[in-house]
Nanobody, 124 residues
């Protein structure tokens, strides 16, 4: 089992920045990818970004490319999502997820472990 705990959400104005953190514990050796998804009210959960844990290879959704950066700190079993130039449409609950397969995926169903989520609200 892997436990994921997110932090760092909050309220920010348009154009501002936030950094989310997700710390993993438990059988972290079974993780190949860690990712961020988000879900806005009334919408389905969508892929944001992910990172291959051992080599740092990253993937992004087109909607956040150039504004968000995913990174990891292996010694702390922590993945970060730096969010810059935030827009109202970035408002959502952000979830950290871990995948126990080596192939990258943007599908929610391909992730084995999930955090509880952290709220990000961008006000105009």
């Amino acid at each position: 089992q892997v436990k994921l705990v997110e932090s760092g959400g909050g309220l920010v104005q348009v154009g501002g920045s936030l950094r989310l953190s997700c710390t993993a514990s438990g059988r972290t050796s079974s993780m190949y990818f860690m990712g961020w998804f988000r879900q806005a009210p009334g919408k389905e959960r969508e892929f944001v970004a992910n990172i291959r844990w051992n080599i740092g290879l990253t993937y992004y959704a087109d909607s956040v490319k150039g504004r968000f950066t995913i990174s990891r700190e292996n010694a702390k079993n922590t993945v970060y999502l730096q969010m810059n130039s935030l827009k109202p449409e970035d408002t959502a609950t952000y979830y950290c997820a871990a995948r126990g397969q080596w192939a990258p995926s943007r599908r929610e169903s391909d992730y084995d472990y999930w955090g509880q989520g952290t709220q990000v609200t961008v006000s105009s």
